[in-house]
């Protein structure tokens, strides 16, 4: 009875594509190894075991973790900043037929501008330093905030306010009841898209020109020929970019569960 | 229809106050003219790179990397993304796997494409390419998991060959969905190949931009952005109305 259910479980086990993923994901990794220990330049490609000691080598090094830490609160500010002025104008656009008409083809108008076109204007504006990676993170991050804020407040289905109105709801009641839960998901699917966003123009900034933060790093491993650290420091960035985007749709799953 | 010319109408508005703010600011001294150039300067730098034809080879290099790039993205996101959709467990096993990779920006692995592919349009290329490929490998794949079963089953049932069932049906079905992923696809490869020049090149767009900006000429890099601004919308629009267009015959 036990032999014959063990197989399948076993199987069921290995159906599960969690399991079938961490296999590719090992299986690459071996390969890798196996590619850069036997068959290529070892300036170039460097094998997996090497890569990750020398993250832990990174880890120790006071400026790399330094400059991780400038990244990560550029980041955090710039997003904080796209938040709270998206929503303030997408709000602000969203509010009234009237301001919605007027407003948003301008928003439409600058969201199609490709920004990374003007990211040497940033940094002559706003310096090397932090600034510019604040102020160019925070041009990306805002427009899908506002976009999705508008649209969040523009598709309240018309339905429900008539029937409000009519049963007597006074404008705040109508805010509380229906126009803010339905503000609220396509709020979080703003954020999302806005911290995807956000990274990006951080780190692009970052890598054009940097002098202290992750940018400087990997500038000095490129030109150092010293790919394992390139790798290892990639392989952390990567890591955190998957990190934040999962923490952020989880939220966006959750407060759009009602729907 | 008369909602989108309101709105035409406003956007106009908004660039042309936007432009005598501009001449206004600049005429008038305020600001530094390092900082924002006079716009009669940027139109005369533009004027002067058009005529002179120094626009063009940047121009080319640009393109030929895009064209390179997308065409790559294009075939390898379709291919993959068809054999991923053949089957259940395959789609379940990479879909997420793909929507991972693709929520990294790609732009933190550029510096191990310049460390392999070198400062030339090679890297650029590669970059593009990998920025394209996951939009349109994640639109393939849904394309083909949308497709109604039950004309699936219509087609088995009335005995259609598996070329029929193909082309008959998945693929019509599918392509919708695939299109929009091409648009995205080949957004995401222009934008990131202006990026990648911006960052390190040689030669490009973006890498004009760059240089004059780092020389301080700035009505020569204001000329290069309206450039690329204007290069960009029009690609856009291309992409937009095939977009529309196919739509409208499948």
Redesign the interface.
Known sequence: MRASRKPASLRRFFARPVVSQLAIVILAVLAWEVAARYSTDELFTSPPSAVFAAAADLFDEAGVMHAVLTTLWELGLSFLLAVGFGLAIGVGVGASGTSYRSLYPIILLAYAIPQVTVLPLFVLYFGPGPASKVAFGFSHGIFPIIVNVVAGLRTVPAGLLRSAYSMGANKQQIFRRITFPHLVPSFFTGMRLGMTATLLGVLLSELYVSSGGIGYYTELYTESFEPQNLFALTGMLALMAVFLNEVVRRAEIRHSRWR | MR?ST???L??AG??AAVLLIWVLVTGTGLVNPI?VPHPVDVVKQLGRLIVDGSLWDDLKITLFELALAFTAAAVSGTLIGFAVSTSR?ST??FE??FA?FF???I??????T???FGLGPESKIVHGGMFGFFPIALNTISGFASVDRRLLQLADAMGASPKQRFVRILFPAALPIMITGYRMGFILT??SI??SE??ASLAGL?HR??WY??ALE?PK?FA??VI??VL??LL?AIVAALEVRRRGNS
């Open positions: 909602d309101v709105s035409r406003i956007q908004f660039v900082f467990w379940r096993v997420p796997l991972a929520a990294i920006p732009i933190v692995f550029y510096p191990l310049v460390l392999y222009f934008l202006i990026g911006s960052i973006g931009i760059v900006a780092e700035t890099m290069y952005i690329v601004v960009a919308m856009n």
